[in-house]
T-cell receptor, first 113, second 109 residues
Framework: DAGVIQSPRHEVTEMGQEVTLRCKPI?????LFWYRQTMMRGLELLIY????????DSGMPEDRFSAKMPNASFSTLKIQPSEPRDSAVYFC???????????FGEGSRLTVL | GQQVMQIPQYQHVQEGEDFTTYCNSS?????IQWYKQRPGGHPVFLIQ?????EVKKQKRLTFQFGEAKKNSSLHITATQTTDVGTYFC?????????FGTGTRLKVLA
């Protein structure tokens, strides 16, 4: 069975550009989470959805960040405009229910120059 | 807000030595999960603890949930080079899991 699929795996962009990260959760999972990982701040929860509805976006750092989940099999995290401090590995994870085991994708490594 | 801290931040051990990481939450948790992340990889689920005082074992790994449900520990007996990685606890308050700061384990052969 396919796990959580993220794309792109690597993205290098210049400051000010728009970045879109994509995630396909495991089929049947109804909860989806976006995390950001840096050496300085560790694993930070940005936003999570339950049944495609955003439940808590208090971890989204600024208005430059937005996330959508238009259907049960797809989610995007968008940064516009991007800044060098956004450089990090962004993980998407899905689970069966909000309390379930989290299955992580392989992550999208973002570098903003 | 809820905070989850882990100690130590780093641990270097000789192969065969034991290893323990501790996880402390600022608030009472409904449950706690543990994950392992290999270098360059993504976090992988190890176990979930729900009951106060619960102890679970997986081969050489022993997981414990504190009586007050505010702390937890992971103990590895006789470490092996395959144990290398960062171990995270993730504590759940009401709705969401907050990851701890992680303990990076290095095993010297």
């Amino acid at each position: 069975d396919a796990g959580v699929i993220q794309s792109p795996r690597h993205e290098v962009t210049e400051m000010g550009q728009e970045v879109t990260l994509r995630c396909k959760p495991i089929s049947g999972h109804n909860s989806l989470f976006w995390y950001r990982q840096t050496m300085m701040r560790g694993l930070e929860l940005l936003i999570y959805f339950n049944n495609n509805v955003p439940i808590d976006d208090s971890g989204m750092p600024e208005d430059r960040f937005s996330a959508k989940m238009p259907n049960a099999s797809f989610s995007t995290l968008k940064i516009q405009p991007s800044e060098p401090r956004d450089s990090a590995v962004y993980f998407c994870a899905s689970s069966l229910g909000l309390a379930g085991e989290l299955f992580f994708g392989e992550g999208s490594r973002l570098t903003v120059l | 807000g809820q905070q989850v801290m882990q100690i130590p931040q780093y641990q270097h051990v000789q192969e065969g030595e034991d290893f323990t990481t501790y996880c402390n939450s600022s608030t009472t948790l409904s449950n706690i999960q543990w994950y392992k992340q290999r270098p360059g990889g993504h976090p992988v689920f190890l176990i979930q603890l729900v009951k106060s005082g619960e102890v679970k074992k997986q081969k050489r790994l022993t997981f414990q949930f504190g009586e007050a449900k505010k702390n937890s520990s992971l103990h590895i007996t006789a470490t092996q080079t395959t144990d290398v990685g960062t171990y995270f606890c993730a504590g759940r308050g009401t709705y969401k899991y907050i990851f701890g700061t992680g303990t990076r384990l290095k095993v010297l052969a």
